[in-house]
């Protein structure tokens, strides 16, 4: 039986304008009449003519609305020439899952349903983003477009008698209007294990886990926070590399994940950080919500930052045989993201790239070959295997490298530190502040650094001294496409490299997010206690801003 196209009139909502990630919003805004169609329906029209008769990769991370979102995005992509879907069993894709989907299938690109880190459920968050055909999140021009034609949303396409029941793996064949339409149902993580098999060792992995090269069992704690990669890790650290049952917890997606923020950082994995630090584990990891983010703690809870991770797994790319098979190229790191892969980068005689926040400034380097490695401050690790960074391939990389070196996690960085000198980091959120304050802030603070006295200008708190080299609202050329980004983020970098930096996220659903970053290198005294080592710079930062007199915050929601 042929389903008929049906064309539906709307009008516009304001705001639909994707962030660094997508369109991030209240489940109560997006389940509003017409407001996910109309959203969806513009992805579909920034494609073009390419849309006619292409593949699509559609999946989420199982938070509320996730299931619904995906079957209503069939029925739109049906009424819209589409040829082919992808679709996640019960919706459930992981963020890295649909990126090596895309680029196994030559896919247009995929619909990710999350919003990543955000707390989930009927009161909190949910989110849309489209990733391209090189399996990236879609860049600059393509999102700009996306909101355009948001803008002026006239109607959109469907076919509202095609059922589907996404809960059962298989395939499936319509006729709309005369032309064959086709959605595969397909198990959520075979294809992602089988990527990692690629890029792993995995016998190699499997013997130093459940000890059968050296006799001691690898003690992991693994907490997917009841996020998407829960089948994926209990595939690949139970079943594949031998660890035991005790090793993964939170390992079931839940709508709203349980009641957990599924942000994983020292203060929403507090669970995993205590368990940990009690020393019964080597190692210890958590995810975020659709996967793409982790954090890495060794015994007694030592905590990696994302910067130093970064720059350790840089140094030890021989112990992944993904890099062996295809080479080392340049590394590249968010412009907040510590330094610490510079120094790696400039030992190896590798190119490294500062970028603006925001994975889909990577994709192009990697595209030209010029990238291997790349990451962000924000818990973000990964290579060119996909166009996202990926939580999982993380802990496999450490896991690679402990077995690689026979050392703990702490002793890897101790000798690091050794090598290179340490760059102290942290970052304070202050989350859902009032945006008006927060941009006055912005301006005002922009204005002050970007004065000609500013350069040169001396800071003393606690004993050191800080004199400013230089000042600005960092902006991007990408060397690829030479398109621009600016206004990424204010930028004090002073005469002994410690930068202070201060940003307004964009990934937040409701009010502002002040993301102040601080990083200080020390070639010398590495062993030092970060919040010690850090407190005199953190303190100009908070004169420079005036962050407590606008934001009305004496203390951050977060600090990483």
């Known amino acids: 039986m042929s389903l008929s196209v049906e064309t539906k009139l709307t009008t ?10 997508g369109l991030r919003k209240k489940v109560k805004v997006f389940t509003q009449p017409n407001y996910t169609e109309n959203f969806v329906q513009c992805i579909l029209d920034a494609n073009g003519a390419a849309l006619v008769g292409s593949t699509l990769v559609v999946g989420g991370d199982g938070r509320y609305y996730c299931k619904e979102a995906a079957e209503l995005i069939v029925r739109i992509c049906a009424g819209n020439g589409v040829a082919k879907l992808l679709v996640g069993q019960n919706g459930i894709l992981s963020t890295p899952a649909v990126s090596s989907l895309i680029r196994h ?46 803008t002026g949303i ?31 149902v397909i198990d959520s993580v075979a294809n992602y294990v089988r990527h990692m098999e690629e890029i792993f060792d995995f016998g190699k ?34 079943n594949r590399l031998g660890a035991t049952e005790t090793s993964v917890v939170h390992t079931i997606p839940l709508p709203d994940f349980g009641g957990l923020h599924p942000d994983p950082n020292l203060t929403y994995a507090k669970d995993l950080v205590e368990t940990v630090a009690k020393g ?26 994302p ?55 990577f994709g192009n380097l990697m595209d030209a070959g010029r990238l291997c490695l790349c990451g962000e401050e924000s818990f973000g690790t990964g290579s060119a295997h996909i166009r996202e960074k990926d939580g999982i391939w993380a802990v496999l990389a450490w896991i690679s490298v402990m077995e690689h070196t026979g050392k703990s996690i702490e002793d890897i960085l101790k000798q690091h530190w050794s090598t290179y000198g340490r760059n102290y980091f942290t970052r304070y959120d202050y989350e859902e502040c009032d945006l008006d304050p927060c941009n006055e802030m912005m301006a005002t603070m922009e204005k002050n650094i970007i004065a000609a006295e500013f350069v040169g200008k001396s800071f003393t708190s606690g004993g050191k001294t800080y004199k400013v080299k230089k000042a600005d609202n960092f902006s991007y050329t990408d060397p690829v496409d030479k398109s621009l980004a600016t206004k990424q983020g204010l930028r004090i970098v002073f005469d002994d490299g410690s930068r202070i930096v201060m940003r307004l996220s964009g990934t937040g659903s409701s009010g502002a997010t002040v993301r102040l ?7 010398e005294n590495v062993l030092g206690q970060a919040g010690v080592m850090l407190k005199p710079l953190i303190d100009i930062a908070l004169e420079i801003s005036q962050l407590p007199k606008f934001t009305g915050r004496n203390a951050p929601t977060v600090i990483t």
């Open 12 to 21: 516009t909502y304001e705001g639909q304008k994707p962030g660094t990630s």
């Open 105 to 150: 299938n030559k896919a247009l690109g995929g619909i990710v349903l999350t919003a990543s880190h955000n707390p989930g459920g009927p009161e909190n968050d949910f989110g849309i983003k489209f990733n391209c055909e090189n399996g990236g999140p879609a860049p600059d021009a393509f999102t700009n477009n996306i909101y355009q034609l948001s």
């Open 154 to 184: 006239k109607a959109y396409k469907l076919v509202p008698a095609l059922q589907i029941d996404i809960s059962k793996v298989g395939v499936s064949n319509y006729d709309i209007g005369g032309k064959h339409f086709v959605v595969e």
């Open 205 to 238: 992995l499997h013997d130093f886990v459940s000890g059968k090269s050296n006799g001691k069992p690898l003690r992991m704690r693994i907490d997917s926070m009841n996020g998407v990669t829960g089948a994926y890790v209990r595939e690949i650290f139970l």
């Open 280 to 305: 019964d584990y080597d190692i210890g990891a958590a995810f975020d919500g659709d996967g793409d983010r982790n954090m890495i703690i060794g015994s007694k809870a030592f905590f990696v930052t």
């Open 307 to 361: 910067s130093d991770s970064l720059a350790v797994i840089a140094h030890y790319l021989e112990a992944i045989p993904y890099f062996k098979k295809n080479g080392v190229q340049g590394f590249a790191r968010s412009m907040p993201t510590a330094s610490a892969v510079d120094l790696v980068g400039k030992k190896l005689g590798k190119e490294v790239f500062e970028v603006p926040t925001g994975w889909k400034y």
């Open 517 to 523: 970053y601080i990083d200080s290198y020390e070639k």
